[in-house]
């Protein structure tokens, strides 16, 4: 079993910040890596920002320069640190995870979501 638990959403006003955390936990050999998606209301779920275990990161076009992707990889954590943030960032945001887990096995892994509201 792996457990992925975001934390951090909010209500935040136009312009301004917020920071995501995702924590994998339970049965992990290794991750390779992590990342975040949203999910719009009537809109299909997109990927926004991602990283590898070695550091590579990946951010769709409308988030470069605003948000930043992070790990700790001793914590199995993930960041995501959103600024300038714009009323069409609203979305639950979810955390993902590529898992080797004690099994050997591989698999995606996803979050309960956790809603980011920009809003005056």
């Known amino acids: 079993q792996v457990q992925l638990v975001e934390s951090g959403g909010g209500l935040v006003q136009p312009g301004g910040s917020l920071r995501l955390s995702c924590a994998a936990s339970?049965?992990?050999?290794?991750?390779?890596?992590m990342g975040w998606y949203r999910q719009a209301p009537g809109k299909q779920r997109e990927l926004v920002a991602r990283i590898t275990s070695g550091g590579s990161t990946y951010y769709a076009d409308s988030e470069k320069g605003r948000f930043t992707i992070s790990s700790d990889n001793a914590k199995n954590t993930v960041y995501l640190q959103m600024n300038s943030l714009k009323p069409e960032d609203t979305a639950v945001y979810y955390c993902?995870?590529?898992?080797?887990?004690?099994?050997?096995?591989?698999?995606?892994?996803w979050g309960q979501g956790t809603q980011v509201t920009v809003s005056s």
């Open positions: 339970g049965s992990i050999f290794s991750i390779n890596a």
């Open positions: 993902t995870a590529n898992i080797l887990n004690q099994l050997r096995a591989r698999g995606n892994y």
